[in-house]
């Protein structure tokens, strides 16, 4: 527990440095990195054999420029360089098709989608919402995205160890429990709220409506069920590949992709929403 807590707060002291450097390249190549080790845990974790370095090469290539990509106008070339990744991948296929299993080559590219679209949301975000017009709400809801996920896997967390009983998923995670859900679900809501209380007085705004907070909870609980998803999803994978975590970057937390997963299908939402906002 006391590793666990330790690396917590440097985990939330890098962030903090991080987001006091948002308006800034520092933000995308931030992202870019960290997206990059998520990639490359699950290139690692399906083991592609000894002709997969020349794989990686090509989605180290392509993590970077894509999400360096989102500002505009450089986010025109996603299409094209979403091209030629993949027919790089095909001739990797077929020059080394007796050393490269297709199988799993589609498990690292099917996961690395939902990486990429999890990591890019969080640059289009920025970009969608840019400082000198919206001001740091960006920051504000990046920041929620990662509260509601987080927030409500510590609470689920101890909420389970608590009062847990009935299990929720034993194949995929057998120590996850229904009332652990339950604290999270709600936890995430608690957490949306408190995180919106001090970003209103951190900037000196009043305090808002009673309908606003009751918004931000449920919100909070939808995107929690959201981070359980994601949190289930990863798990499910390693329970196939057969690895207790994706890496051990985070000591007593795993990998990138063991602190992210309950990441993984939040902040898409949240960059879904930015942009049917800034579309109206």
Same mark, same amino acid.
């Given at each position: 527990m006391?590793? !666990?807590?330790?690396? +917590?707060?440097?985990?939330?002291?890098?962030?903090?440095?991080?987001?006091?450097?948002?308006?800034?390249?520092?933000?995308?190549?931030?992202?870019? %990195?960290?997206?990059?080790?998520? @990639?490359?845990?699950?290139?690692?974790?399906?083991? %592609?054999?000894?002709?997969? /370095?020349?794989?990686?090469?090509?989605?180290s290539?392509? &993590? @970077?420029?894509?999400?360096?990509?989102?500002?505009?106008?450089?986010?025109?070339?996603?299409?094209?360089? +979403?091209? %030629?990744?993949?027919?790089?991948?095909?001739?990797?296929?077929? =020059?080394?098709?007796?050393? #490269?299993?297709?199988?799993?080559? +589609?498990?690292?590219?099917?996961?690395?989608?939902?990486?990429? &679209?999890?990591?890019?949301?969080?640059?289009?975000?920025?970009? !969608? #919402?840019?400082?000198?017009?919206?001001?740091?709400?960006? @920051?504000?809801?990046? %920041?929620?995205? #990662?509260?509601?996920? =987080?927030?409500?896997?510590?609470?689920?967390?101890?909420?389970?160890?608590?009062?847990?009983?009935?299990?929720?998923? /034993?194949?995929v995670?057998?120590?996850?429990?229904?009332e652990?859900?339950?604290?999270?679900? #709600?936890?995430?809501?608690?957490?949306?709220?408190?995180?919106?209380?001090a970003?209103?007085?951190? &900037?000196?705004?009043?305090?808002?409506?009673?309908?606003?907070?009751?918004?931000?909870?449920?919100?909070?609980?939808?995107?929690?069920?959201?981070?359980?998803?994601? *949190?289930?999803?990863?798990?499910?994978?390693?329970?196939?590949?057969?690895?207790?975590?994706?890496?051990?970057?985070? /000591?007593?937390?795993?990998?990138?992709?063991?602190?992210? *997963?309950?990441?993984?299908?939040?902040? /898409?939402?949240?960059?879904?929403? @930015?942009w049917?906002?800034?579309?109206?």
């Amino acid at each position: 527990m006391k590793t !666990r807590i330790i690396t +917590s707060a440097f985990g939330l002291a890098l962030l903090a440095v991080v987001l006091c450097l948002f308006n800034t390249p520092v933000f995308e190549i931030a992202v870019a %990195l960290i997206c990059l080790i998520a @990639v490359h845990e699950i290139y690692e974790a399906f083991d %592609l054999g000894e002709r997969g /370095p020349w794989v990686f090469g090509g989605f180290s290539v392509y &993590t @970077v420029l894509l999400i360096l990509s989102a500002a505009s106008p450089e986010k025109l070339l996603i299409a094209p360089i +979403s091209f %030629l990744f993949v027919l790089y991948l095909a001739i990797c296929l077929i =020059w080394f098709n007796q050393n #490269l299993n297709v199988a799993r080559l +589609s498990g690292v590219c099917a996961v690395g989608v939902v990486i990429w &679209t999890a990591f890019y949301s969080l640059v289009f975000i920025k970009a !969608r #919402l840019p400082v000198d017009v919206y001001g740091y709400e960006a @920051v504000y809801l990046i %920041l929620m995205a #990662l509260a509601f996920a =987080w927030g409500g896997d510590t609470f689920a967390y101890f909420t389970g160890r608590l009062f847990g009983k009935h299990k929720l998923a /034993p194949l995929v995670s057998p120590h996850k429990t229904v009332e652990g859900a339950i604290g999270g679900i #709600l936890g995430s809501g608690v957490v949306g709220v408190l995180c919106t209380l001090a970003a209103r007085g951190l &900037t000196g705004h009043a305090a808002g409506s009673m309908f606003g907070y009751i918004a931000v909870f449920l919100l909070g609980m939808g995107c929690s069920v959201l981070g359980i998803l994601g *949190d289930l999803f990863a798990s499910a994978i390693k329970r196939q590949l057969g690895i207790k975590d994706y890496g051990t970057i985070f /000591p007593g937390h795993g990998g990138i992709m063991d602190r992210f *997963d309950s990441v993984l299908f939040i902040t /898409p939402l949240v960059a879904l929403a @930015v942009w049917f906002r800034t579309m109206m």
